[in-house]
């Protein structure tokens, strides 16, 4: 009201204003584009000096690496289907990896979670405690706890599975734990006038609500999983990135190996990734019903 | 009347049917999950871990990453004796001086160990290990190793062979070959973590360093002191910070990157942007291809054309990103309010100023916030990234285990790493609740 009735000199001085503001915006906001530009471009200096051979040196060399491998795949393309075969195992074994890290680091997060969320918790003064826990475990990255155990507990799947399921606990445990702060305490009140126990609580009052968001997020945490797997092979810790080092250590002469692995690993990504997202499509519709 | 009753029977029936699915399902999938679990069981051979696993190692390990070791030798040609924190150069006592536990009188060397135990060097190339219970144990070189206990009564901590004898002890080690006898003492802690000792500040308390009077006459005490921290040869912080600097380089070239290239082809793969069906199709396969090929397979093929470092890493997740970023960029552009571009192309807007004043200010929250939950994650890959492909912290850490010696090296690498990547978090969840704070004005 008071804008309408004082004149013309106020609405200049609120125009004024208005453009001094706009002005500094764009001050700020190009300021920090500007900071931006400069980061990128003497990071990429930086990263390009230390790195062993510069970027404008390589990048004519970019293709002749895949197209030896290419090459090599097609002279000898008779074989692919036996190659394909014989790496099969090794893929089951990554895919196994996966699978049972995704399936305990879950079933640790479920815990990790439900024990940290407030309201749901079974001991609330640890709360802190269990979250810290599980800040810890997402921040390490798997290749860390897999190289250790690899020396404690020899070569082979286990260790990449308990690396793998570790961190999956943390990053699954942070997810879920969002998933039950949104959870309707209701039912955990019936069942506590029922003198249920914690467990049944949980059981009967939370995991019907939860369950299929938790399903969603550990079937994503399963295709995350798979390239770790494939990943850990590659330090030693068997499956297929195991072979896939051996072979391109091997040099020429054995890359249609190396095809052979890079087709049998593109393939199962890609399927999974398909696969799964079909999947959790259904699962969120179950959900908003 | 008939026909509610009818309906009522037939929804009771469907209930029913409900619960035996239901409980058909709680008792199959558990079983299911179990018989998986069996087959791993044998599949990944969990019985044969026992035998693998190297219990001794797993103890060096742990014993490593909370203590270090000082070596007392004595090379068995020559006579001579050197003290040494973990046997490394740098950590020499030098020629004459020695720690107070340690005695040296012409040839023969007393070192004292902790609870009563000691070790004697002796002239004629003889060591004796004076255990407090079990008395004393003499070793001799003549010339293969000889140990004056019978061989059947030798107790499982001693292993002995004619090359080669080893004690070891709740309060030490000694072990004797041909070529040298040493003994080693435990301390707890990590060794000459801020000097070494041949740096003038080696044992000096910090008040006396930023108060006391001038070491170095050449240097100011922080500015010397800060020289010899950072250069130190044992630990060279300079280089591991460096090497945490390559890591997080690489993440935030990658994210960055990616997204720069992500964001135009992502109006690309829009349907509400570009209605060309064969473009979008395209546009999208090569999002779905450079996601599958996956950063391990990118790592390997562009460390043959750039060979190993930061630029090879930031690339390789350059590469993957833009595919994960592509995707949810193009989804987030679907979801778009088209009511604020038309208000922007009624005042006679071109394209370009419809995309930025129409469309851009709408994502900017949704994709910023992406950005950094990717700029976080990518911390962790590049650690991984630089392990294969050789460069930042990754590289330090597969460097320091695979020399199986210094764990606590490894642990310091282990502790930067978590401490990184929860700063990481920390920066990115407060530059996010910023933004979003921001985007809802």
């Known amino acids: 009201m008071t804008d309408l009735t004082q004149g013309a000199a106020p609405l200049a001085a609120t125009q004024d204003s208005y453009m001094a503001m706009v002005r500094q915006k764009r001050l700020y906001s190009g300021i920090a584009i500007l900071v931006f530009v400069v980061l990128l471009v003497s990071g990429f200096r930086v990263a390009n000096d230390r790195n062993a051979g510069g970027f404008f040196d390589g990048i004519h060399r970019i293709f002749d690496f895949p197209a030896d491998v290419v090459g090599e795949a097609w002279d000898k393309r008779a074989d692919m289907a036996g190659l394909l075969w014989k790496y099969l195992p090794d893929l089951i074994e990554t895919l196994n990896i996966a699978a049972v890290a995704t399936l305990t680091g879950a079933a640790l997060g479920l815990v990790l979670s439900l024990l940290s969320t407030r309201g749901m918790a079974r001991w609330p003064v640890l709360i802190p405690v269990f979250r810290r826990i599980m800040d810890v475990t997402r921040a390490l990255p798997e290749i860390v706890v897999a190289l250790v155990l690899i020396y404690m507990l020899g070569g082979g799947p286990i260790p990449a599975m308990i690396a793998i399921a570790l961190h999956t606990a943390g990053a699954l445990g942070k997810l879920y734990s969002e998933v039950n702060e949104n959870a309707d305490l209701k039912p955990v009140d019936g069942l506590t006038s029922v003198g249920a126990t914690w467990s049944q609580k949980m059981l009967l009052g939370v995991m019907p609500q939860v369950a299929p968001n938790y399903l969603s997020y550990g079937l994503l945490r399963f295709e995350v999983n798979i390239r770790a797997s494939a990943i850990l092979g590659f330090v030693g810790a068997g499956g297929i990135g195991y072979e896939l080092r051996n072979s391109m250590a091997w040099g020429p002469g054995r890359f249609d190996e190396a095809a052979a692995i890079f087709i049998l690993l593109f393939v199962t990504i890609v399927a999974v990734d398909q696969l799964s997202s079909s999947l959790r499509n259904r699962l969120s519709e179950g959900a908003n019903q | ?441």
């Open chain 2, 1 to 441: 009347m008939t026909d509610a009753s009818l309906s009522m029977i037939d929804r009771q029936d469907a209930a029913q049917a409900l619960f035996r699915r239901k409980r058909l399902i709680s008792v199959a999938v558990p079983a299911v999950i179990l018989l998986y679990l069996t087959y791993i069981f044998f599949a990944f051979d969990v019985m044969g871990l026992a035998e693998r696993a190297r219990l001794d190692n797993a103890m060096t390990l742990i014993r490593d990453t909370y203590s270090y070791k000082t070596h007392v030798t004595r090379a068995n040609r020559s006579g001579e004796v050197t003290i040494a924190k973990e046997g490394e150069r740098p950590a020499t006592w030098p020629e004459g001086q020695s720690p107070d536990w340690v005695a040296i009188d012409g040839e023969t060397v007393t070192v004292d160990l902790p609870k009563g135990h000691s070790v004697l060097f002796l002239p004629d190339q003889t060591a004796v290990y004076r255990h407090p219970e079990f008395g004393d144990i003499t070793a001799k070189l003549d010339p293969s190793v000889t140990i004056d206990i019978a061989e059947d009564r030798l107790p499982e901590w001693i292993s002995y062979s004619r090359t080669r004898l080893d004690i070891r002890t709740e309060a030490g080690r000694l072990t004797m070959t041909r070529a040298k006898t040493e003994v080693f003492r435990y301390f707890f802690g990590w060794e000459l973590f801020w000097f070494t000792l041949d740096s003038p500040y080696h044992g000096t308390p910090v008040w006396s360093l930023l108060l006391g009077p001038q070491i170095d006459p050449d240097r100011s005490n922080i500015a010397g002191a800060w020289q010899d921290f950072w250069a130190n040869p044992l630990w060279h912080h300079g280089k591991v910070a460096w090497a945490i600097g390559e890591t997080i380089l690489m993440a935030f070239l990658g994210t960055m990157g990616a997204a720069l290239v992500a964001l135009p082809l992502a109006f690309l793969a829009a349907r509400n942007f570009t209605p060309v069906v064969v473009v979008r199709q395209l546009v999208r396969r090569v999002f779905d291809f450079v996601r599958g090929v996956d950063a391990l397979i990118f790592t390997i093929l562009l460390s043959r054309a750039f060979g190993p470092g930061p630029l090879t890493g930031a690339l390789a997740i350059l590469l993957t990103d833009t595919g994960s970023l592509g995707k949810l960029f193009s989804e987030a552009l679907e979801n778009v309010d088209q009511k604020q571009i038309e208000g922007v192309s009624s005042t006679g807007a071109k394209p370009l100023q419809r995309y930025r004043f129409g469309v851009i200010p709408q994502i900017t929250p949704v994709l910023l916030s992406q950005i950094l939950y990717f700029l976080e994650s990518n911390t962790r890959s590049a650690t991984i990234i630089g392990a294969i492909t050789g460069g930042g912290i990754g590289l330090m850490l597969t460097q320091a285990i695979i020399t199986q010696k210094d764990w606590e090296e490894v642990t310091y690498y282990i502790v930067l790493i978590v401490l990184m990547v929860i700063f990481m978090d920390w920066v990115s969840g407060i530059l996010r609740r910023r933004l979003i704070k921001g985007g809802g004005h």
